[in-house]
């Protein structure tokens, strides 16, 4: 009924920037928090930043001053902006969002299917 999709993974050198969209369809009536995570090889997945509906951001130490999460609403997208790319920061990134589908329904947690971004030295 809800479906997240992501986009903009790909290879890029070390020191590069990606840009990752997700965009929410299905039957919404608003959109809590949407967060993109991360998960690499053997590891397990991690937050690397979330926007609430109303106030600030926040972000994973280890990407802070580098990456920016932010959203359109009218859209129901979410983005990050990934600069300054390192060969840690490789992963599949999954979209994250906490939707409910009516007034008076309760939010349900929902994933996208990932994008794979890859960075090279």
């Known amino acids: 009924q809800v479906q997240l999709v992501e986009s903009g993974g790909g290879l890029v050198q070390a020191g590069g920037s990606l840009r990752l969209s997700c965009v929410a369809s299905?039957?919404?009536?608003?959109?809590?928090?949407m967060a993109w995570f991360r998960q690499a090889p053997g590891k397990q997945r991690e937050l690397v930043a979330r926007?609430?509906?109303?106030?600030?951001?926040n972000y994973a130490d280890s990407v802070k001053g580098r990456f920016t999460i932010s959203r359109d609403n009218a859209k129901k997208m979410v983005y990050l902006q990934m600069v300054s790319l390192k060969p840690e920061d490789a992963a599949v990134y999954y979209c994250?969002?906490?939707?409910?589908?009516?007034?008076?329904?309760?939010?349900?947690?929902?994933w996208g299917q990932g994008t794979q971004v890859t960075v090279s030295s």
């Open positions: 994250n969002a906490y939707i409910r589908s009516s007034p008076i329904g309760y939010p349900r947690d929902y």
């Open positions: 299905g039957t919404i009536f608003s959109i809590n928090h």
């Open positions: 926007a609430p509906s109303v106030g600030s951001t």
